[in-house]
């Protein structure tokens, strides 16, 4: 996968559970700035679908990629403004 | 005749100047209601009503995550929702053992003494294995979001609830208009 863009950060939320790592990701993407990307690893395999959907309703981030490995999911997510 | 209305047969058509400033009064609404649609505030409200553990949880996971999804929320707790907001009680709401056709034991089983102290401690077991979230840290994230947890004035009285035990940065001194404000406003509403 890796990767056409440079990770500014990265959030473990491996063991957390719906709802904690996409609101952990949303608190995350908050302390970055516009243009920079956040690696978010977790567990919930959930979080596929619902880092997907959340990146999709909510303005201002864009959804890189999505990566299984191994039973941990990544989730790259840029902030746009 | 003139080349621009060939098909302009009767005369009370419209003329063009009339056609022009009809279609600028319609892009004047239309403007309107586009500022309204792309009015980025978008609101979510839930009542919570009920203070087991199992009913804690999904006011508190739709919240948090309508933050997240930069909803501006609140949640107005009323009767044994006040149980949620109690900073005490929330981290010891109980699971009823009857009532709840899902429950491993019948009900006459689940009514003797001690049975509702044991399905509580399973589901907590449950809980802490699968590393969900706690009551307190639902509560403790919401709050970090912007979340408004709203504690409804008359049960407060009704129910002996000391609000001094309610978390911080809970809302007291509200009532049913508040919350039916709440939902007008809403893109969402869900009693819970």
């Known amino acids: 996968m890796s990767s056409q863009f440079d990770i500014t950060e990265t959030l473990d939320v491996k063991g957390a559970s719906c709802p904690m790592p996409v609101v952990k990701t949303k608190s995350a993407i908050d302390e970055l700035a516009e243009g920079e990307v956040l690696e978010v690893v977790a567990t919930d395999s959930g979080s596929m679908s619902d880092i997907e959907g959340w990146a999709d309703s909510t303005g201002g981030v864009e959804l890189l990629d999505q990566v299984e490995d191994d039973d941990v999911f990544k989730h790259y997510v840029r902030k746009t403004e | ?192």
């Open chain 2, 1 to 192: 005749m003139s080349t621009d209305t060939p098909d302009a047969s009767a005369d009370n058509a419209p003329s063009r100047a009339e056609l022009a400033a009809r279609v600028e009064e319609l892009e004047e609404e239309l403007a309107d209601v586009s500022a309204e649609v792309g009015d980025d505030n978008k609101k979510m409200s839930i009542i919570s009503t009920k203070g087991t553990l199992d009913m804690a949880y999904p006011p508190l996971i739709l919240a948090s995550t309508a933050a997240a999804f930069g909803y501006e929320v609140t949640v107005f707790h009323t009767f044994w929702g006040l149980d949620i907001l109690h900073e005490e009680r929330s981290k010891d709401l109980k699971l009823s053992s009857v009532g709840n056709p899902n429950m491993p034991v019948p009900n006459v089983v689940g009514a003797l003494p001690g049975m509702d102290r044991m399905t509580t401690k399973m589901m907590e077991k449950k809980i802490e294995d699968n590393e969900t979230a706690s009551i307190e840290e639902l509560i403790e994230t919401s709050l970090d979001m912007g979340v408004e947890f709203q504690a409804c004035q008359m049960t407060i009285e009704l129910m002996g609830y000391d609000e001094e035990k309610f978390y911080d940065g809970v809302v007291t001194g509200v009532g049913a208009a508040t919350a039916i404000q709440d939902m007008a406003e809403a893109d969402i509403q869900l009693l819970v």
